[in-house]
């Protein structure tokens, strides 16, 4: 299929953003292309020839990669863990760089992020490819694939900004997959995107070194960490990944200043032990502060663990109890639709601040980054 021009590719958008605002997304569903027919690509014939950063050349045309913690040692004409970066010649490339396979606008508690801006929306994207291999992915029909096998668009850094701002979208969402392993498209995006007055938040596993961390930092406004257990061994077991990179991460956030805000899934029988909770808030406590916020959010059987069955709501219930008593101020329970754990409290006066409901805002008190009740002033970023 043909390139087709903006105008065209606006007219194809399934909805605008103040529409999609107020909808209602399926949990665990699967994510919707946001314009089918906008930018296609041929599979497998037309993947990006950027050159990658954080590589080091080694002997006989081979590199290393020095993006996330695997430092994977590519051979000429092999690609790394991530399948979506390629040696070629002793020059590593990006595939997948203004190469996105999904596109959407979705309320930015969809990611979540309940501490930023509340009631707006993220225009949201996504390459294939992923460097961790979870056996509980949502998104797994793109993020363990190669880019090869999704259908792209082409869209790179300026157009993608331009339709933020079309869209009335105040913020650039990198979701889906894994953002870390197409950080070169979203370096791009998110420096130009602010020079545009689009802010950038990443949503991502944290499976990432220091170095392209930090310089990435310098042009995103808040980060969601999913800190998928708090143990080595299920890191290794479930996710092919290792822990303690993400709580390195997690460190550097603070460290920067960056808001953030941290998932637990909470899996059957796998990472829902109370003391290993109990453990983890106490780390974030110590490390993070009281004031992140941590939410803990319901499993669906999924991609490899179609054998487990759903979270029992009592079972996040226990957690977010754990994490209050642990003394976090900020917790919250995802997935379960209409439940107060979905709500704001005000960690002085204890009223609701921001009242709602899967996806959608009732109520919002937080007034000027303050409780409208009490005054306390409530950690976020709210304009």
């Not at 694939?145 to 850094?157: A, G, H, S």
């Not at 392209?212 to 980060?223: F, G, N, Q, R, S």
């Not at 919250?332 to 754990?341: A, L, M, T």
């Not at 005000?346 to 609701?352: L, T």
């Amino acid at each position: 299929m043909s390139r087709i021009d903006r105008l065209e590719f606006l007219r194809y958008g399934a909805l605008g953003a103040s529409s999609l605002a107020l909808s209602s997304f399926p949990f665990g569903g699967k994510i919707l292309n946001f314009c089918p027919r906008a930018y296609a690509l041929e599979l497998a014939s037309d993947l990006s020839t950027e050159e990658a950063r954080y590589y080091k050349k080694l002997k006989d045309w081979v590199v290393e990669c020095e993006l996330c913690p695997r430092s994977c040692k590519v051979a000429d004409r092999e690609r790394g863990y991530c399948g979506v970066r390629e040696n070629r010649e002793g020059k590593y490339f990006t595939l997948v760089y203004s190469r996105p396979c999904s596109l959407n606008v979705d309320p930015i508690e969809k990611k979540p992020l309940f501490h930023f801006l509340p009631g707006t929306t993220a225009f949201s994207m996504a390459t294939a490819g992923c460097n961790v291999n979870c056996k509980f992915c949502q998104n797994w029909d793109i993020s363990q694939v190669r880019p090869e096998q999704t259908r792209n668009y082409y869209l790179p850094p300026e157009e993608l900004v331009d339709l933020a701002v079309r869209y009335k979208a105040p913020t650039i969402a990198y979701t889906y997959s894994e953002p870390i392993i197409f950080y070169e498209y979203m370096y791009d995006t998110a420096k130009l995107g602010h020079t545009k007055g689009i802010r950038s938040v990443m949503i991502s596993g944290g499976y990432i070194k220091e170095k392209p961390l930090v310089d990435l930092l310098k042009h995103l406004d808040a980060v969601k960490i999913d800190l998928k257990a708090f143990t080595e061994k299920y890191y290794k077991e479930v996710c092919h990944g290792e822990l303690k990179p993400i709580l390195d991460c997690l460190v550097t956030l603070k460290r920067e200043g960056i808001w953030t805000e941290i998932v637990y899934l909470v899996v059957p029988t796998l990472n829902d032990r109370k003391d290993e909770i109990e453990a983890m808030c106490a780390w974030i406590l110590d490390n993070l502060g009281p004031d992140v916020p941590v939410h803990f959010t319901r499993f669906h059987p999924m991609y490899l663990l179609k054998n487990l069955p759903s979270t029992p709501v009592k079972t996040l219930e226990m957690a977010r109890r754990t994490a209050l008593k642990e003394g976090l101020n900020f917790v919250y329970i995802g997935n379960v639709p209409g439940h107060e754990g979905e709500n704001t409290y005000c960690p002085k006066c204890g009223k609701v601040l921001i009242k709602r409901t899967g996806f959608s805002i009732l109520s919002n008190d937080v007034v000027s980054g303050k409780c409208k009740h009490c005054g306390k002033m409530i950690p976020g970023v709210w304009s």
